[in-house]
């Protein structure tokens, strides 16, 4: 093994994705597989799972439901007996609804706050209890890794995305709040971080993004008008900061969020 190789080798790892049928989480999933881990894929869909898992070459799959304790400690358990130990879980799952949002035609006192909690449940609660749960396995390994997913709405103001902001910004601060704790309290090889992408089209946002003809919304042009880059994301771009996150070249990195974003959260749009 060279330097390279020993500095992010993800070989003998292993990675459990939740969210793990979504397109960001499977195309990430996808990379760590080509880079040598054992990945494993969470979800409430075991059918979706268990076809994406055979698409990306996953190990295994388990039918999950992040918002369960319960479930997420099964999951837990059967996969520790069957692979003995978890290096790295990646909290994907999360999402958005449309009562949670404010539309053009509708002010901040038009939410659904039932949506909100919803939403708000789904993101926070949602990677909240993994983190608990499999973070306790990796106290009883005195090591381990946690990455959230974070979001630019998470750092500044933007229209619509009040619930999705909200939860984006607690699980930015639960990140630096966990990454404190366990470094403190167990062990300086357990390390919380987060990434942030910036704007990926996928299937929940590209009637948002994407007219039907191909074309590009006014909510689409805003965001490219404030992208340095002038594009949107590929999934294979989140790959190479995950590697990063959980490889041995980030072993000092605790507590931070690091965007992928195309330079969307330093342009001030002038």
């Known amino acids: 093994m060279n330097y390279i190789e020993k ?41 979706r799972l268990k076809d994406k898992a055979k698409h990306i070459k996953a190990s295994a799959a388990f039918a999950t439901d992040v918002m369960d304790k319960k479930s997420v400690e099964r999951a837990c358990d059967d996969i520790v007996k069957q692979y003995t130990k978890v290096d790295v879980l990646l909290n994907a799952a999360g999402g958005n609804q449309p009562g949670a949002t404010v539309n053009d035609d509708q002010s901040l006192f038009d939410i659904d706050l039932e ?23 990796m106290a009883k390994q005195g090591e381990g890794n946690i990455i959230n997913f974070s979001s630019m709405s998470a750092f500044q103001v933007m229209t ?13 601060n639960f990140t630096s709040w ?20 910036g704007f990926f089209v996928g299937n929940q946002n590209r009637a948002l993004l994407i007219n039907e003809d191909g074309s590009l919304t006014p909510r689409s042009k805003d965001i490219l008008h404030n992208t340095p880059m002038n594009r949107f994301g590929e999934a294979n771009e989140l ?19 690091l965007p992928v974003d195309g330079g969307f959260s330093i342009f001030s749009g002038v």
């Open 160 to 172: 619509r995305v009040v619930g999705y902001s909200a939860s984006k910004a607690a699980i930015t």
């Open 178 to 197: 966990m990454a404190t704790e366990m470094a403190k309290k167990f062990s300086d090889k357990i390390r919380i971080n987060a990434i942030a992408p």
């Open 7 to 47: 500095l992010f080798s993800l070989k003998g790892k292993v990675i459990v994705i939740t969210g793990g049928s979504g397109v960001l989480a499977s195309d990430i999933g996808a990379g760590l597989v080509k880079a040598g881990a054992t990945v494993i894929l969470l979800g409430r869909s075991l059918e």
């Open 115 to 137: 949506a909100i909690t919803e939403v708000n449940d789904l993101n926070f609660k949602g990677s909240v209890i993994p983190s608990l749960v499999f973070g306790q396995q």
């Open 239 to 257: 790959i190479g900061a995950v590697i990063f996150l959980i490889s041995p070249s980030a072993s000092f990195v605790t507590g931070t969020v």
